[in-house]
């Protein structure tokens, strides 16, 4: 019913910069949180940062101060800027919401969680 296609992901230098984004379309009647996780290889996936509705963000310590999570609720589009990354930071990244499909689902706080299908992001000289 939702659907998620991240993009922007890469090659890139350590010390630069990428920006993913994560569109989200299909039955939503408004998106309450929405996140960034990721996946390196051979690891779980790890939580990166996260953003409500009201814009409450969190963020894992390993990322604090070089990535910021934004979101544009009107265009239900998601951002993460990545700045100063380094070899850690190669995963696949993943976009994940939890949206109400209806009216009666918000005022019943009933939400779908959904995953996108991730965007690989490689930090390398």
């Known amino acids: 019913q939702v659907q998620l296609v991240e993009s922007g992901g890469g090659l890139v230098q350590p010390g630069g910069s990428l920006r993913l984004s994560c569109a989200a379309s299909?039955?939503?009647?408004?998106?309450?949180?929405m996140g960034w996780y990721r996946q390196a290889a051979g690891k779980q996936r790890e939580l990166v940062a996260t953003?409500?509705?009201?814009?409450?963000?969190t963020y894992a310590d390993s990322v604090k101060g070089r990535f910021t999570i934004s979101r544009d609720g009107a265009k239900n589009m998601g951002y993460l800027q990545m700045n100063s990354l380094n070899a850690d930071d190669t995963a696949v990244y993943y976009c994940?919401?939890?949206?109400?499909?209806?009216?009666?689902?918000?005022?019943?706080?009933?939400?779908?969680?959904?995953w996108g299908q991730g965007t690989q992001v490689t930090v390398s000289s």
């Open positions: 299909g039955r939503i009647f408004s998106i309450y949180g």
């Open positions: 953003i409500t509705s009201s814009g409450t963000t």
């Open positions: 994940n919401t939890q949206s109400y499909v209806t009216y009666a689902d918000y005022v019943n706080h009933r939400y779908l969680n959904t």
